[in-house]
């Protein structure tokens, strides 16, 4: 059977009030699926409220949206995957667009934060995808080759295999021009040809994320290579949240 996987990711939006009362309607909403795997992102204030609101669904994983490599110190503002594992967190999003290009993370800041949830272990997501410009100049595969290449080569198969990776065009993100859903599954296959040629065994989920919404959300996961979805602005609101999970599955 096949494994999907939908993701939400609520950027700066819910403390943890709203994660609480986000929690209660949705799970009202929305039981579980046999082969269907859910994960919450809430802001690292949130983490812990959501992590035991979703407690008793073993269909619902949270975690946070960014991590620190180092386990503890003089880091101020910073979370560490130890005080996400500490939250109930079982994993984190690893180089979302937003952290790349607005506040500057590199290819090895990513690795390093891979390397630090593995160590906890926690599962990353690592999250890849080109600018307009580099798709504009046919440098999409390049892009995605190079993110990706870039931790792969940090850490052993057995590790890679644990990863969950987003591709996630930074172009499609919250502007409502998500990529046709061949097109992704295009670069899908350029991402798995990357897992191959660097051994990694088994199938790792490749999640698409950027614009996704109830009007395309069964067409991307149409696509054989579409493992799941990760979802920014339309995962904001419970009822509208579950419809995309429904229309998905
Ligand atoms: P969006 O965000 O669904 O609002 O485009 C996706 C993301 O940034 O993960």
Redesign the pocket.
């Known amino acids: 059977m096949r494994r999907r996987i939908f993701?939400a990711?609520w950027?700066m939006h819910h403390d943890p009030l709203a994660a609480a009362s986000f929690a209660l309607r949705f799970e009202e909403l929305s039981s579980p699926v046999e082969g269907r795997h859910l994960w919450f992102f809430p802001p690292a204030v949130s983490l812990a409220t959501a992590a035991e609101a979703f407690g008793r669904r073993p269909d619902i994983s949270v975690g946070a949206q960014n991590v620190y490599w180092e386990a503890k110190g003089a880091f101020t503002g910073e979370t560490s995957p130890l005080m996400v594992a500490g939250c109930g967190g079982r994993g984190a999003?690893v180089g979302?667009?937003?952290r790349r290009h607005v506040f500057g993370e590199t290819d090895a800041e990513t690795v390093k934060k891979v390397k630090a949830l593995i160590a906890q272990r926690l599962i990353p997501m690592l999250?890849v995808g080109e600018k307009l410009p580099e798709r504009e100049a046919g440098h999409t595969a390049d892009v995605v080759r190079r993110q990706l290449r870039a931790v792969l080569t940090e850490i052993t198969v057995t590790e890679a295999a644990e990863l969950l990776v987003?591709y996630?065009p930074v172009w499609?993100?919250?502007?409502?021009r998500?990529a046709q859903p061949q097109d992704a599954a295009e670069v899908h296959r350029v991402i798995r040809t990357v897992l191959h040629e660097h051994r990694v065994p088994g199938r790792v989920p490749v999640l698409y994320?950027?614009?996704?919404?109830l009007a395309n959300v069964a067409g991307l996961l149409a696509e054989d290579e579409i493992d799941g979805v990760?979802?920014?602005?339309?995962?904001l609101d419970p009822a509208g949240w579950a419809s995309i999970v429904a229309a998905g599955t």
């Open positions: 993701a990711n950027k999003l979302h667009s937003e999250c987003a996630e499609a993100i919250g502007t409502g998500v994320g950027g614009s996704v919404s990760l979802v920014g602005g339309a995962s």
